[in-house]
């Protein structure tokens, strides 16, 4: 089992058994906020080998656009599907920056759905995901924290990225 120290924690991140590595696909949930960027940099940080497939996801979420009883204005949702392509056109850039090859898929949806679904299509060993601590708690009792509904919903391992304030940059593959 190989061991390394993230933001002052110890985490397994890889394990190793007659060569084979524990993960072989990453999903990464990526929408451009500073949350997300987190599990981004998780990901590169967690320095996957070359066979690594990663994938890099970003959700259109239609009730994010005023959609009340299935009406979601064309003007507001083409702005949103603009501003989220571009997000994940970005989260490619930096990690291919950092030296990870990168497959990207934009859908639309709920969040923990999609993500879910694409975990289990593509048999994600692991999927990261951001983690905002700005929602109040009567928010997360109200929607469910997403970081819990998705550990009802993936069959896989899940890291949940928290935010740290002193890593500010990206590090580079070597």
């Not at 969040?111 to 995901?129: N, R, T």
């Amino acid at each position: 089992m190989k061991l390394r120290r993230i933001q002052g924690q110890l985490l397994c991140v890889q394990k190793r058994l007659v060569g084979v590595i524990m993960f072989n696909k990453i999903l990464v949930a990526y929408n451009g906020t500073p949350e997300s960027r987190t599990a981004l940099q998780e990901c590169i940080q967690l320095n996957p080998p070359a066979s690594t497939s990663i994938h890099l996801l970003a959700v259109i979420e239609l009730s994010a656009h005023g959609m009340a009883g299935g009406y979601c204005p064309e003007v507001a949702f083409a702005n949103r599907t603009e501003i989220v392509k571009q997000a994940l056109a970005a989260g490619e850039a930096l990690m291919t920056a950092a030296g990870l090859r990168v497959t990207t898929h934009l859908h639309i949806g709920e969040p923990v759905d999609v993500i879910g679904s694409l975990a289990d299509s593509m048999g994600a060993d692991l999927v990261i995901v951001g983690h905002s601590r700005r929602k109040g708690f009567a928010e997360r009792w109200w929607r469910g924290s997403m970081d819990a509904l998705l550990a009802e919903r993936v069959k896989c391992n899940i890291l949940v990225a928290l935010p740290n304030p002193v890593a500010t940059k990206l590090p580079v593959r070597s």
